[in-house]
């Protein structure tokens, strides 16, 4: 049993990691990205809502988020564990996410924070090619992930949950970082 919530800047690999300890330790990987992302090219009430942010590199408000991973977690396959990518994202919605693990008997095992400097994200973001991924986009991308995003680094650290995973490195060595961090 494995429940894995991922942190890093825009950039860090969180997604690519994340797919691969899924794959590795058989449970769902849950991006808040990619539902976003597949609920506006369907087209879905959410999706209308949601993309003008995204477009912008802004959050979703809170309202979109809280539901969609409460309906997520709900679902019978997370009983396994799950890995989170991309939530929590402020530090209302791990306070949200609290009371929802409460509420359905559940906590979390590991945080994992993928540290990345800042010049190397800018690169790996504009080589990715994303809808959002153009320069202007990307810098604002980054000022909210500083703003809103990396305080959950302390809200975290001062549970002594959090793991700091050097994300400079192959694929392959962060892979094996994160594989012995979560070991146990
Ligand atoms: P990501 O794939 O995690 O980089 O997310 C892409 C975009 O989706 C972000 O820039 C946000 O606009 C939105 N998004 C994803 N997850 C969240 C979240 N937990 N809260 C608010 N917005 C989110």
Redesign the pocket.
Known sequence: MSRLIFLGP?GAG??TQAAMIAAEFSIPHI????I??SAVSVRTDLGLK?QA??DQ??????E??LGM?RDRLTQPDTQTGWIL??????VS?AEFFDKLLNTINQTYDRVVNLDVPDEILVTRLLGRGRK?DNEAVIRN?LS?YREQTAPLIDFYGDRQQLFSVAGDQSVEEVMADISRLIEF
Request: net charge negative.
């Open positions: 825009p969180k997604g991006s808040t990205g990619e976003l992302r949601a942010y995204m590199g802004e959050l979703v408000p809170d979109l988020i991973v990518d991309g939530f929590p994202r402020n919605q959002d991308r909210v």
